[in-house]
């Protein structure tokens, strides 16, 4: 059975050093979406993506946050200037198109877990 | 805002007896969708079962069930014969009713072991 993956699957960092997270969703799959859970703390819905952009995203996606799909199978997560308050578990997920209105189950993939240090 | 909450942090279970996991929402929105998602140790989030907020009917997936009280806002998760691949963290998911596809506001989790 198809999944979403991601790499890598632990990350550590300095303050203020760029990340890149990589995620390749279901292949047939046109939504993408990345949230990220804190320790402790609820998944957050950070943004989603459709036809080459982003369809909608939450207050926590500010300019240091940006989102790409390179190259037709790759949907990648970066953070410019990491903070302390970024250290979370990041997961990105695919879903289907939908032709009429619903909502198609979104796949996850195992998440990657950011360290910030 | 649309919440979701669960307000039992961690359950346990013994092999084949049955548990309720809960789960209340507070929304303004007359349509919209209810998940379950099943994290087991290091492994992927998986859709347990879903329910559709126009439909009356309770929502099953084999021993999972789902006892959905729109009035109340409330939409609790019963596994029976539980066995001990049902231990998992399990989040209780809100998504609006939408065309094209929609942000997912997840509760903070039920940690549920099942003992042998």
């Known amino acids: 059975e198809p999944e979403v993956t991601q790499t890598p699957s632990h990350q550590v960092t300095q303050m203020g050093q760029e990340v890149i997270l990589r995620c390749v969703p279901i292949?047939?799959?046109?939504?993408f979406y990345w949230y990220r859970q804190i320790l402790g703390q609820k998944v957050e819905f950070l943004v989603s993506f459709y036809n080459n952009e982003i369809s909608e995203k939450s207050e926590i996606f500010d300019d240091q946050f940006s989102v790409e799909r390179p190259d037709g199978s790759n949907f990648t997560l970066k953070i410019r200037s990491t903070k302390l308050e970024d250290s979370a578990m990041y997961f990105c997920a695919s879903s289907p198109f939908l032709t009429s209105g619903g909502t198609y189950e979104q796949y996850f993939g195992p998440g990657t877990r950011l360290t910030v240090t | 805002a649309q919440t979701v909450t669960q307000s039992q942090p961690e359950m346990s279970v013994q092999e084949a007896e049955t548990v309720t996991l809960s789960c209340t929402y507070d929304?303004?929105?007359?349509?919209?969708?209810l998940f379950w998602y099943k994290q087991p140790p290091s492994r992927q989030m998986i859709l347990v079962i879903r329910?559709?907020?126009?439909?009356?009917q309770n929502a099953t997936e084999n021993r999972f069930s789902v006892n959905f009280q729109k009035a109340a806002k409330s939409f609790s998760l019963k596994i029976s014969d539980s066995q001990l691949g049902d231990t998992a963290m399990y989040f209780c998911?809100?998504?609006?009713?939408?065309?094209?596809?929609?942000?997912?506001?997840f509760g903070k989790g039920t940690r549920l072991s099942v003992i042998a």
């Open positions: 998911v809100w998504t609006p009713f939408s065309v094209g596809n929609t942000p997912l506001v």
């Open positions: 292949s047939n799959h046109l939504y």
């Open positions: 329910q559709e907020a126009y439909k009356q």
């Open positions: 929304t303004s929105e007359n349509n919209y969708y």
